[in-house]
């Protein structure tokens, strides 16, 4: 039996390699900004560095509303002998920069070009008035025979924000690999770009496997069961942002064949649910087995019997031999899932540009649990009021418990009992 860490790895395998092929279109032009109708950069990957085109912030400008000054102006100011300075040309944020004439000093508001010759910013709550007066009605001259004190001296280069001291001018904006969150995008934006080089998203084949299947809303005949891994598994693969094909095939190994021979060129990656155990109709193993993919029992549960490897179709029309890599989780809905938890969704953040663990924590049980002591079990839970973990029952059909759960629960291989009050590892479902 393979353990948790040695599939975990073996995934990674099969699949990193997808990172290359995603960028080697070298990338599609898309809009940073959203505009009605079309696709934005937004949770897009970058598939090309971006580099700063202008160096930001592009001129000197204050960092407080206050009174752009020479500093060497102010060395004798003190609270008794105040230095008083003619009040010049106002600076608002927005305004070409002036030169400051020797012996003034000008009123300058966040963001505004420092003018010529100034070397620092008094804020206006230290200059006596301690407040803009007269400023406004012709808002950049200074109001006739205004005067401004200040009682301290003033270290040059005080509250100014320098050109280029948050990215210089050809320097490294964003790496390829990057994801476009708000923060990315408005640090584009800010420099100017417009449009990026973005890497196409990874292209899935999902194919849902069982006889017993109805889609849901179609009537069901006795024994019969709604599918729900396909709208489950759609789920969470487009919330990573792939393009999903879904198929639902059928208990038996033609069809699953059929499935996969009709779309694998169209996708990167092929993942199935169901029939890959112990059954008499366990069809994805049998279609599957015979193309290159691997049938194991992982140390761990649920998700236990797993398929992996790269599938190499020879088409039945004489069509050239297509290979794609397959990912075969087993049929129950709870295992189905965690075993995308587990196995898939780290694969699919890295390739996402974002860091593979999810957001995880160390907490106390809230009682007793006891697991098999052979295997890694996935339970799901939720916290009480104490934040310690109320965990659930371990069956692989309980769906029902796991859209309540808020989070996952680790209870490693050599965990036969925990008491209450014992830590353990859990991951936060978040999407
Ligand atoms: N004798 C043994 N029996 C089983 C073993 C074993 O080791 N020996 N393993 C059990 C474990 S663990 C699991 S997990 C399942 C895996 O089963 P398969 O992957 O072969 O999946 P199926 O047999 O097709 O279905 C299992 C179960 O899940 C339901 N299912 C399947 N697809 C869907 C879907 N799309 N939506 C909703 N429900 C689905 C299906 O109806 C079955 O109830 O095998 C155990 N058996
Ligand atoms: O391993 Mo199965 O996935 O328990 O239910
Ligand atoms: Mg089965």
Redesign the pocket.
């Known amino acids: 039996m393979r353990s948790y860490a040695e599939h975990q790895r073996a995934v990674h395998e099969l699949l990193d390699p997808l990172a290359a092929r995603l960028d080697a279109a070298g990338g599609r032009p898309v809009p940073v900004s959203a505009s009605v109708g079309r696709a934005d950069a937004h949770g897009r990957v970058l598939a090309r560095d971006v580099h700063a085109p202008v160096a930001l912030p592009g001129f000197d400008n204050s960092q407080m509303d206050g009174y752009a000054v020479r500093s060497a102006e102010l060395a004798g100011a003190r609270p008794g002998s105040p230095v008083r300075l003619a009040v010049g040309p106002t600076s608002a944020a927005g305004d070409a920069p002036f030169a400051l004439a020797p012996g003034t000093a000008s009123p300058v508001m966040t963001g505004a070009a420092i003018p010529a010759g100034a070397d620092a910013v008094v804020p206006i709550e230290v200059a006596d008035p301690s407040a803009f007066i007269g400023l406004g009605a012709g808002r950049h001259d200074s109001p006739d025979g205004s005067v401004v004190g200040f009682t301290a001296p003033v270290a040059p280069g005080a509250y100014i924000r320098r050109a280029g001291s948050d990215i210089a001018e050809g320097a490294l904006l964003l790496a390829a690999g990057t994801r476009l969150g708000p923060a990315q995008l408005g640090s584009l934006a800010a420099a100017g770009v417009t449009e990026v080089l973005v890497r196409r998203p990874l292209r899935v084949l999902l194919v ?3 006889h ?2 109805q889609a849901p809303g179609l009537p069901l005949r006795p024994g019969q ?6 709208t ?1 598994l759609g789920a969470a693969l487009r919330g990573c942002g792939v393009e999903v094909i879904e198929a ?1 095939a059928p ?1 038996d190994a033609a069809s699953v064949r059929a499935a996969l021979e009709a779309s694998a060129r169209r996708v990167d990656l092929v993942v199935t ?7 008499a ?5 049998e279609a599957l087995a015979p193309l290159g993919v691997e049938f194991v ?1 992982v140390a761990i ?5 797993q398929g992996l490897g790269t599938a190499r179709i020879e088409p039945e029309d004489g069509d050239s031999p297509v290979e794609v890599p397959v990912v ?6 709870v ?2 899932l965690v075993s995308f938890e587990l196995f898939l969704r780290p694969v699919l953040r890295r390739l996402e540009g974002l860091a593979p663990d999810r957001h995880r924590a160390r907490l106390p049980l809230a009682h007793e649990v006891v697991s098999p002591r052979a295997k890694h079990q996935v339970r799901r839970g939720v916290l009480d009021g104490d934040g310690a973990v109320e965990v659930g029952a371990p069956s ?2 309980l ?1 029902h418990a796991y859209a309540q759960a808020t989070v996952l629960v680790h209870l490693p291989v050599g965990v036969d009992a925990l008491p209450a009050g014992a830590a353990v590892d859990v991951w936060r479902i978040d999407d």
């Open positions: 849902s496997t069982g017993e299947l069961i709604h599918d729900a891994n396909t489950m639902l208990d649910t169901g029939g890959v155990s112990a059954g109709f366990e069809v994805v193993r029992k549960q649920p998700g236990g019997p075969a989780f087993p049929g129950n809905p295992s189905a692989s059909h769906l």
